[in-house]
């Protein structure tokens, strides 16, 4: 928060009356330093500079044929008015049968809501179900903009435990009487986590005996390469409970079409559908024709980038471990999370790794305070360029 208000003066001709510029909900919050690092990594590239961009978690693969052509097609139809600020009717039955089918949820299409981003999901289920006086536990380093989301709508953040492998470790030390919701993120950004059953089971009977929501952020359940993605929200006693959330920026490359989904509670979503309606409406409408397309297509471009996705991941890791950077290996997303705190710690690397090494990365202090001693290097970029990161980082730790 900045440490004087920021005030302006009126232009009110009736004396100088000073007005705050900024309320105190919006100065609770920061900017994302995802996407603070992403526009300076773009910035540096045009100038001429070599930039290895690890910085921002966005596939570098092009969004599938079959998608792109069902939202041309939309939009050639003149699929181009508003549509109910739920979504389309089409895609939230398409959304309701992956569920069912790859997820065990119980929905129908009227459980679902869809938003644009899977960020504006997550932002309307926090501001439904949180207010001043609450505590959101989030496990441990946790993806940059939940802990604004919960900021902004006046309750504050308790950071869960996690092990070396950041799996969540004795979370009912972070619950208290103020506690109403745990925000799970598997596989997690930043860290690659993927929380197996046991973890899950913990979770929702810590849940249960509460009586707390979770929130489950599903973004990356597709990018997993050993363990089986869960939904806790199929978890018994958990449907009343859990708001499920997941998108098609990352599964199916389509970051900048700004498409994800939500469903839980029936009260939840009502309140959710409100806030949404008097904010952003509804999802573009031809973009949804193109998620229709995207969950009814063949999956198999998803599965030839996982294979990628892994094959980088294993350059990485085993690349950093050779240097003698501690590294876990991450079961899912596109992040390596290496222990830094030998090598001056997370901020003062990443900054080494910019200037002297000219690859862009994000700090683990981005993530909350247990990500201090790390550095997050997202492998969302082809194994040449990973190769040449690591002799980069090969030089500057000798
Ligand atoms: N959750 C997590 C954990 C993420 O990393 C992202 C990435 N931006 C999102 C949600 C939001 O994704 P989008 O808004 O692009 O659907
Ligand atoms: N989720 C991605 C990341 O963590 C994209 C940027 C963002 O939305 O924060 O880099």
Known sequence: MPSEPLRRQSSS????????????????IHESTTLKISAMAKKLTASGLDIIDMGV????????????????????????????????????????EKLVRENSLRVTADDVTVTPGAKMAVFAAVQALLQEGDECVLI???????????????????????????????????????????????????????????VLREISDLA????????????????????LHISIGSFPGMEERTVTINGFSK????????????????????????????????????????????????QDEVASMVAEFRARRDLLVSGLRDMGIPCSIPGGAFYVFP???????????????????QIAATPGSAFGPGGVDYVRLSYATSQIRIAQALERIEKLVK
């Not at 001709?13 to 609770?28: D, F, K, N, Q």
């Open 339 to 357: 222990n830094v705190s030998a090598l001056g710690g997370g901020d003062a690397f990443t900054d080494r790794l910019l200037k002297e090494a």
């Open 251 to 298: 599964a199916y490359a389509m970051t900048g079409w700004r498409l994800g989904y939500l469903t839980g509670p029936k009260e939840t979503m009502k309140w959710v559908n409100r806030l949404l309606s008097h904010s952003v409406s509804q999802a573009t409408t031809f973009v949804q024709r193109a998620g229709v397309a995207a969950l009814a297509g063949p």
């Open 57 to 96: 978690g966005e596939p570098d693969f092009d969004t599938p044929k079959s998608i792109v052509d069902a939202g041309c097609e939309s939009i050639r139809k003149g699929e181009t008015h508003y549509s109910p600020t739920a979504g389309i009717p089409e895609l939230r039955k398409a959304i309701a």
């Open 140 to 198: 441990g380093p946790s993806w940059v903009s939940y802990e604004p989301c919960v900021a902004f709508s006046g309750a504050r953040v308790a950071w869960g435990k996690v092990d070396e492998n950041f799996m969540s470790s004795d979370l009912a030390a972070s619950i208290n009487s103020r506690t109403k919701l745990i925000l799970v993120n598997s596989p997690s950004n930043p860290t690659g986590a993927v929380f197996n059953n046991a």
């Open 208 to 227: 249960i005996d509460h009586n707390l929501f979770v929130i489950s952020d599903e973004i990356y359940e597709k990018i997993i390469y050993d363990n």
């Open 13 to 28: 001709c009736r004396g100088l009356e000073e007005i705050s510029v900024v309320s105190a909900r919006m100065a609770s």
